[in-house]
């Protein structure tokens, strides 16, 4: 038997029903339905956005380099394609024109090594006869690399910084003037999370990476006045041979697989992630799993915690290599 009480409030119970039947339930689909169509559009504009484009990728013969080539070819870009090893770049072009015959623009290749000053002069003027001009550059090439501070020469040091943040700021500053001209380009930086956060032997790595963070965000600012858009991308580790390409501290080659390198994110993920970014325009994209990325809070949040975590790295990976 119902009390009176409980009479009385069953017209609440209904009224709260109808309205959670007839007011919220559509009102959270039509969230839904906004969402998806915002999703959808920014997804279109992306292919617009990158089809027909002239995408310049450096380091395009090996890892994240080759698959952002085929990633971006498959989006219908025009492609130019650069690296040091001219026999790679041809390769990589019959595998893009075998795989896609549909495709009408047939990737150029642009053969020049980032450390010679004087040749990346020459190969952005290359660069912009293949198409005219530029849309969009990627600069990829790089090097890792392995080491103690007290052991590395300068040299090292010099070098690593030549390929990482010299010869893609050069080749930068010789494509720019043809972008300012048009009010249009956008400049993509492959940096690393440890452009945002050091990790003990990696000193020259981290240095260099660090220094392109610095000069792409400057980058940025200056050029939004031209309507330039500037990208830095910080992957983690990615399953590429970045570790055993990467130089000791007498400039050796490392010749090693990392376990954390050969545990890392597929190229070929990593290269689609890349792709979206550019697509939807993004500023600063970090591309690494849940304890890279909250190191890096941690490293602005905590940072006494944070150095005394990288120290006992430290001496763990001294200790490991030492038995």
Aim: charged residues 20%; positive net charge; aromatic residues 8%.
């Amino acid at each position: 038997m119902v009390s009176p009480a409980t009479r009385k409030s069953l017209p609440k119970v209904k009224a709260m029903d109808f309205i959670t039947s007839t007011a919220i339930l559509p009102l959270l689909f039509g969230c839904l339905g906004v969402f998806g169509l915002f999703r959808l559009l920014q997804w279109v504009r992306g292919k617009a956005y990158l089809r027909n484009a002239v995408v310049v990728i450096t380091g395009a013969t090996s890892g994240l380099g080759k698959e952002c080539a085929k990633v971006f070819y498959a989006a219908g870009a025009k492609l130019v394609l650069c690296g040091r090893n001219g026999g790679a770049l041809e390769e990589l072009i019959r595998e893009l024109t075998a795989s896609h015959a549909t495709k009408t623009h047939k990737p150029y290749l642009v053969t020049f090594d980032l450390t010679d000053s004087g040749a990346i002069v020459a190969a952005a003027a290359e660069i912009l006869q293949c198409f005219g001009y530029v849309d969009i550059l990627v600069n990829n090439a790089g090097i890792s690399y392995r080491g103690t501070i007290m052991d590395t020469t300068v040299d090292v040091d010099k070098r690593v910084m030549e390929t990482n943040y010299f010869g893609p700021v050069a080749l930068t500053k010789a494509l720019l003037p043809s972008m300012i001209k048009r009010r249009q380009g956008h400049i993509v930086a492959i940096s690393s999370i440890q452009g945002k956060m050091s990790i003990p032997f990696r000193s020259a790595y981290a240095a260099s990476k660090h220094a392109t963070q610095a000069f792409f965000d400057c980058l940025r600012a200056e050029m939004e006045q031209y309507e330039i858009e500037v990208t830095v991308i910080s992957p983690g580790y990615i399953h590429t041979n970045l570790s055993v390409n990467a130089i000791t501290a007498d400039g050796s080659r490392y010749g090693v697989m990392d376990t954390t390198t050969a545990q890392g994110r597929s190229p070929v993920e990593v290269a689609q992630d890349v792709l979206a970014a550019v697509g939807k325009k993004k500023k600063d994209v970090i591309l690494a799993d849940l304890l890279p990325s909250l190191a890096v809070y941690l490293r602005t949040l905590a940072p006494g915690l944070f150095f005394s975590l990288m120290a006992s790295r430290a001496r763990k990976e001294r200790k490991s290599k030492n038995s």
